[in-house]
């Protein structure tokens, strides 16, 4: 099942529910996804959530897979000495992707961190070819030559 289609069909039962508070739904939002990623066969520690005011933002490995925003309303009203409080309560869900298919998603995410590892393994390599090229040249141990090259990133705005 799609996740929009499984988090909608598990937030129904919530609508017009008394709510005890804000992190109460991120949690149910966080143990949802986590739960859809393993009967997906997917790695559930790669799959978080994170709440903003009346948003909970469904993430995988950092990159949001979309988001959950509810709307409150109020059920009951207390009045007490020092002043009133009121009861919420769940008035509805409206579940935003940002792709129509989870796991074609989760590809392109998986395939941008694969070329962002690429890329950073690429750039130690060549770092490290040019703190030999520096030893080699200088005749220097490894701490020098890491001393010149930081002075060279240093002077390079005075170029």
Request: hydrophobic share 35%; glycine share 4%.
């Given at each position: 099942?799609?996740l ?16 005890n508070?804000n992190?109460e739904i991120?949690?149910l939002c966080?143990?949802l ?5 393993r ?6 520690t790669?799959?978080s ?7 909970i ?10 988001y959950?925003k ?5 059920i009951?009203?207390h009045h007490?000495w ?8 769940y ?11 989870t796991?074609e ?7 941008e961190i ?9 750039l130690n ?8 090229e ?16 930081s ?9």
């Amino acid at each position: 099942m799609e996740l929009k289609q499984y988090i909608e069909q598990e937030l129904q039962p919530y609508l017009g529910k008394k709510m005890n508070n804000n992190w109460e739904i991120d949690t149910l939002c966080h143990k949802l996804l986590r739960t859809w990623a393993r009967d997906n066969g997917y790695t559930e520690t790669d799959f978080s959530s994170s709440q903003d005011k009346s948003y909970i933002y469904l993430k995988y490995k950092g990159y949001c897979l979309g988001y959950v925003k509810f709307k409150k309303k109020k059920i009951d009203t207390h009045h007490a000495w020092y002043g009133s409080y009121c009861d919420w309560a769940y008035a509805s869900f409206i579940i935003f992707r940002n792709a129509s298919d989870t796991a074609e998603q989760i590809m392109n995410f998986d395939q941008e961190i694969m070329a962002k590892e690429d890329a950073k393994a690429l750039l130690n390599k060549r770092g490290k070819e040019l703190l030999l090229e520096v030893m080699a040249r200088y005749n220097i141990d490894k701490h020098k030559a890491v001393d010149i090259l930081s002075a060279a990133v240093r002077a390079q705005y005075s170029l």
